[in-house]
Nanobody, 124 residues
Framework: QVQLVESGGGLVQAGGSLRLSCAASGRTLRTYTVGWFRQAPGKAREFVAGISRSGVSTYYAASQKGRFTISRDNAKNTTYLQMNNLKPEDTAVYYC?????????????????WGQGIQVTVSS
């Protein structure tokens, strides 16, 4: 199985940018489809973005499309989430997750492996 560790979170002002990283260990990340999710206080965990095994196909939630970019470097066993033009409503704990299937899915229950999460706070 694969272990996932997120990094790159923190505090940023509205309009700023952050790049989250998700490093994998235990197994090569190239065998997994990867998704990023987030959970704000008092809210359900929601899909943010996903990327296929090869990195050719990417998917975004409507509210992030155009602001966020997901990518992966299979040689480095790492997935990235570049977040631009951040808004206070983007404040949440962000999680990366991996699944064995070929298809990027937006439901958290389809993902077998999860990182511990990392806090992103956007101040107004």
């Amino acid at each position: 199985q694969v272990q996932l560790v997120e990094s790159g979170g923190g505090l940023v002002q509205a309009g700023g940018s952050l790049r989250l990283s998700c490093a994998a260990s235990g197994r090569t990340l190239r065998t997994y489809t990867v998704g990023w999710f987030r959970q704000a206080p008092g809210k359900a965990r929601e899909f943010v973005a996903g990327i296929s095994r090869s990195g050719v196909s990417t998917y975004y939630a409507a509210s992030q499309k155009g602001r966020f970019t997901i990518s992966r470097d299979n040689a480095k066993n790492t997935t990235y989430l570049q977040m631009n033009n951040l808004k206070p409503e983007d404040t949440a704990v962000y999680y990366c997750a991996a699944r064995n299937g070929l298809v990027v899915l937006t439901t958290q229950y389809e993902y077998e492996y999860w990182g511990q999460g990392i806090q992103v706070t956007v101040s107004s």
